[in-house]
């Protein structure tokens, strides 16, 4: 069956970094873009950065641009996000998304913490 498994979070300094993983299996994750979203109780989930299935393009949210890198690797079907510069308004739930056509599917998310 369908699985994305991330890992890599956990609680971290203001500018310090942390680099997300989210494993994929069950389907086939070279022809899927991949996104990480991330989402705060209470609020909207947020698209954080997105990646083509080939990798040549990339797409971020004005608020992380400059701070967060996606890419993955097609031959150990993961994504990834490196996170630097962190900021206590970048602490949430961070999520991973594979979309293709119709098809969308979603990790359980893992959870990242800035604070002093």
């Known amino acids: 069956q369908v699985q994305l498994v991330e890992s890599g979070g956990g609680l971290v300094q203001p500018g310090g970094s942390l680099r997300l993983s989210c494993a994929a299996s069950g389907f086939t994750f070279s022809s899927y873009g991949m996104s990480w979203y991330r989402q705060v109780q209470g609020k909207v989930r947020e698209l954080v950065a997105r990646i083509t299935s080939t990798g040549r393009s990339t797409n971020y949210a004005d608020s992380v641009k400059g701070r967060f890198t996606i890419s993955r690797d097609n031959a150990k079907n993961t994504v990834y996000l490196q996170m630097n510069s962190l900021q206590p308004e970048d602490t949430a739930v961070y999520l991973c998304?594979?979309?293709?056509?119709?098809?969308?599917?979603w990790g359980q998310g893992t959870q990242v913490t800035v604070s002093s």
């Open positions: 998304n594979a979309d293709r056509q119709s098809m969308n599917y």
